[in-house]
């Protein structure tokens, strides 16, 4: 996917989350998401640090032992802007192509497409992932390391998807939207409805 396309879905994307989160009354900012601890809040707060500078996450970092999850789970838990402010951080993101430190352009959509999903789905709002964007983020993922790659099928498993050309393994065929794909690759538990055969679980 050429830079262009990959941003445009990405301002795309966090157009959309900035006027539901806008749109959202006080109570469901409370409302657990599909991360683990967070709430929809959390998730919000989460997406504020995509433009961090690496003086940003200096202290942070120290704070936590340079722990990365542990970073990442106290900016976001413990970040202090009011939920108005976190409305308009996001959508002051778009049409800007600035990232965090040494990541690459695909980093900005894994995470926007994904933590939209982390909002949306707990919510019962149904907002579904462009097919091509979410292929191309699925194949990042799947050529990158922890903490990325959360979850990879087993040897003799061919995940198959069913909205978009896209493919990965080699045996028994597990078919679905490339949407819940990507989301149990990235640590989401999918329904058996989810995906064409049984589950798969994240490790």
């Not at 200096?58 to 999850?69: D, M, Q, S």
């Amino acid at each position: 996917m050429d830079s262009d396309t990959l941003w445009g879905h990405i301002d795309r994307e966090r157009a959309w989350i900035a006027d539901l989160l806008d749109s959202l009354p006080e109570e469901s900012w409370e409302v657990q998401s599909l991360c683990s601890g967070w709430t929809v809040r959390d998730v919000a707060a989460h997406l504020t640090c995509a433009h961090s500078r690496m003086r940003d996450i200096l202290w942070p970092a120290i704070r936590t032992g340079f722990r990365y999850n542990a970073m990442i789970d106290h900016a976001a838990v413990h970040s202090p802007l009011t939920h108005d402010e976190i409305v308009a951080k996001i959508r002051s993101f778009v049409g800007s192509r600035r990232k965090a430190p040494m990541i690459s352009d695909y980093e900005p959509l894994i995470d926007t497409l994904v933590h939209v999903q982390d909002i949306c789905q707990p919510l019962g709002i149904d907002h579904k992932m462009p097919p091509d964007a979410a292929a191309a983020a699925a194949d990042r993922v799947l050529n990158t390391p922890w903490p990325l790659s959360l979850w990879k099928p087993e040897p003799g498993v061919r995940l198959v998807a069913t909205d978009v050309d896209w493919s990965y393994g080699d045996g028994t065929v597990l078919r679905a939207p490339i949407q819940h794909l990507l989301l149990t690759l990235t640590g989401r538990s999918p329904t058996s409805a989810q995906l064409g055969r049984g589950t798969a679980t994240p490790i």
